[in-house]
């Protein structure tokens, strides 16, 4: 495992944009990666993720407004998050798959096995 920790969150008015943070402990450059949240009440959901290979998957509700880098020289994975709406306030984790490992649903919660402690961003209307 890897120990994460995000930072970038906070709180915009609807339409703003910021840009999270996760920094590994260790050497990213052989593992998917990905971009979770959750809010209140809410199962923790997938938003973007880039695989070893460069591939980057994203959820339907985010597509053209968020986009998900990884630099693997700074061992730090990037969420650059535009247009953002209400509906796009929760937690936001970072997480990580096993070293080298084949991650064949890269929004699934139950392909990572690191996790960040999260970072909170709430948009206001």
């Known amino acids: 495992q890897v120990q994460l920790q995000e930072s970038g969150g906070g709180s915009v008015q609807a339409g703003g944009s910021l840009r999270l943070s996760c920094l590994a402990s260790?050497?990213?450059?052989?593992?998917?990666m990905a971009w979770f949240r959750q809010s209140l009440g809410k199962e923790r959901e997938g938003v973007a993720a880039?695989?070893?290979?460069?591939?980057?998957t994203y959820a339907d509700s985010v597509k053209g407004r968020f986009t998900c880098s990884k630099d693997n020289g700074a061992n730090t994975l990037y969420l650059d998050m535009n247009s953002l709406k209400p509906e796009d306030t929760a937690m936001y984790y970072c997480?990580?798959?096993?070293?080298?490992?084949?991650?064949?649903?890269?929004?699934?919660?139950?392909?990572?096995?690191?996790w960040g402690q999260g970072t909170q961003v709430t948009v206001s209307s």
């Open positions: 260790g050497s990213i450059t052989m593992r998917s």
């Open positions: 997480a990580a798959a096993e070293y080298m490992m084949i991650v064949r649903r890269p929004l699934a919660v139950e392909e990572y096995n690191s």
């Open positions: 880039v695989c070893t290979d460069g591939a980057r």
